[in-house]
T-cell receptor, first 110, second 115 residues
Framework: GIQVEQSPPDLILQEGANSTLRCNFSDSVNNLQWFHQNPWGQLINLFYIPSGTKQNGRLSATTVATERYSLLYISSSQTTDSGVYFCAVEPHTNAGKSTFGDGTTLTVKP | DSGVTQTPKHLITATGQRVTLRCSPRSGDLSVYWYQQSLDQGLQFLIQYYNGEERAKGNILERFSAQQFPDLHSELNLSSLELGDSALYFC??????????????FGSGTRLTVV
């Protein structure tokens, strides 16, 4: 099946810093999503971004489908950004089966 | 509130028992997905339903089954429970299976503890 690798696995930042999270995948995809799992376990959809660039406030994401990677940018980080960020991809060859990466655990310190 | 309702929030049961987890999708969403999240396996896809029909299947154990009813709510049945089935079970819904409006909305999950 498709392989999804997220980096870095862990990231510690001071409040106000910027960060870039990466998601590499091994096959062509129909869909790609970024999620944030907060410390209470809730999974929040950040972006649906199979290709191109999107922005939502301090967050933006870029997917380069031809090179099989996606980036999530967090600017001016806040303590509420802490949690785990997951990338989920649905391969062309397995429609409906989104595979999640292992996530990047972000800790933002005040 | 995401609009996806999962019940119960917590469940503690003994090995060998059977439980049913329920999910009501967001209004207007036709697709329902079930995922299992455990510490050692991460988020694992179990099964997808679209408008009442099974659409895709992951590595779902034979002891597990699911269905989506005409009102679009879904139930995940777990039987002959083992200690290793202890996990968070998430349901997600989406309005379609692809296209510009695609995107999962997750419920808050059911935490299952098998003792």
């Amino acid at each position: 099946g498709i392989q999804v690798e997220q980096s870095p696995p862990d990231l510690i930042l001071q409040e106000g810093a910027n960060s870039t999270l990466r998601c590499n995948f091994s096959d062509s995809v129909n869909n790609l999503q970024w999620f944030h799992q907060n410390p209470w376990g809730q999974l929040i959809n950040l972006f649906y971004i199979p290709s191109g660039t999107k922005q939502n406030g301090r967050l933006s994401a870029t997917t380069v489908a031809t090179e099989r990677y996606s980036l999530l940018y967090i600017s001016s980080s806040q303590t509420t950004d802490s949690g785990v960020y997951f990338c989920a991809v649905e391969p062309h060859t397995n429609a409906g089966k989104s595979t999640f990466g292992d996530g990047t655990t972000l800790t933002v310190k005040p | 509130d995401s609009g996806v309702t999962q019940t119960p929030k917590h469940l503690i049961t003994a090995t060998g028992q059977r439980v049913t987890l329920r999910c009501s999708p967001r209004s207007g969403d036709l697709s329902v997905y079930w995922y299992q999240q455990s510490l050692d396996q991460g988020l694992q896809f179990l099964i997808q339903y679209y408008n009442g029909e099974e659409r895709a299947k992951g590595n779902i154990l034979e002891r597990f089954s699911a269905q989506q009813f005409p009102d679009l709510h879904s139930e995940l049945n777990l039987s002959s429970l083992e200690l290793g089935d202890s996990a968070l079970y998430f349901c997600a819904s989406s309005v379609a299976t692809q296209g510009p409006n695609y995107g999962y909305t997750f419920g808050s999950g059911t935490r299952l503890t098998v003792v």
